[in-house]
C-alpha cells in the first residue's frame, strides 16, 4: 500500500492506519529528515527478523537504530548519559543525527545480549514522531538504499514503492526525501566522536 501523509500536518487517522500495521507486525517505508527509512515494532521479534533478512544480517547483530519521539524516551534505551553527552543531544536534537550511546537494560529481548550500545535519532520530520508517539514506543530504523552504483538513496517515494513494495506492508508517501544521510555520532568513548558526517552539522 502506498499512503500519502502530509508532512507539516499528518492526518491522525492514516497515523493510526500505520500504527496499527506495526502492532501487527508489519513492515513499513517512511520519510525522515535525511533518507526514507525501512522499519517495525522494536518489541515485534519477527518483524526485527524480516528486516534483518531483508537487509542480509543477523538480527542480534545488526547496527539498527531507534526512532524516539523525545529525549525522555530515548533515557530508557540509552544508560549513563553524562552532562556533556546530554547537553549535546539536546542542542542537535530533533535534527539529521544518530546518536551512538550506551544500551541500558531497558532493550527488547532480541537485543539485549548482543548490543552493548544502540543508535538514536529523533528526526525533524512530523511523520516519524507522531507515529512513534501514538505507537507508544520507538520504532527500528534503517535506511533505504538503492542499488544504482550512482544513486546511493531513492528520493522519490513512488519509486520506493515500485521496488520495495513486495516486502513491506505500506509506504509513506511523505514527499521527495534527503539523498544524504544522517551525521552518526559516536558518545560511547572518552572523547565524542562523529563516525560518518551526513547532512547534520553538530553544534557542541
Known amino acids: 500500500m502506498l499512503l500519502r501523509i502530509h508532512p507539516d500536518n499528518p492526518d ?95 532493550l527488547p529481548k532480541l537485543f539485549k545480549n548482543k548490543k552493548k550500545t544502540i543508535g538514536i535519532r529523533i528526526p525533524k520530520h512530523n511523520i516519524p514522531i507522531e507515529i512513534v508517539r501514538n505507537l507508544d514506543r520507538p520504532i527500528l530504523t534503517t535506511s533505504i538504499h538503492d542499488e544504482d552504483d550512482i544513486i546511493e538513496y531513492t528520493t522519490d517515494p513512488e519509486l520506493i514503492y515500485e521496488k520495495h513494495s513486495n516486502f513491506v506492508d505500506v509506504v509513506i508517501d511523505g514527499g521527495y526525501g534527503n539523498n544524504i544521510p544522517s551525521t552518526v555520532v559516536d558518545c560511547t568513548k572518552d572523547e565524542i566522536e562523529i563516525i560518518r558526517q551526513g547532512i547534520g552539522e553538530l553544534i557542541d
Open 12 to 106: 491522525e487517522r492514516q497515523i493510526l492506519k500505520v500504527v496499527e500495521i506495526l502492532r501487527n507486525g508489519g513492515l513499513i517505508i517512511y520519510p525522515t529528515d535525511t533518507v526514507y527509512g525501512l522499519g517495525c515494532d522494536i518489541y515485534n521479534q519477527k518483524a526485527v527478523e524480516k528486516v534483518a533478512r531483508i537487509k542480509k544480517v543477523k538480527a542480534e547483530n545488526a547496527k539498527f537504530s531507534f526512532i524516539c519521539k523525545d529525549i525522555s524516551q530515548v533515557s530508557n534505551y540509552a544508560r549513563h548519559l553524562d552532562n556533556n553527552v546530554f547537553k549535546l543531544i539536546r542542542k542537535n536534537l530533533p535534527g539529521p543525527f544518530t546518536f551512538i550511546l550506551p544500551a541500558s537494560n531497558n
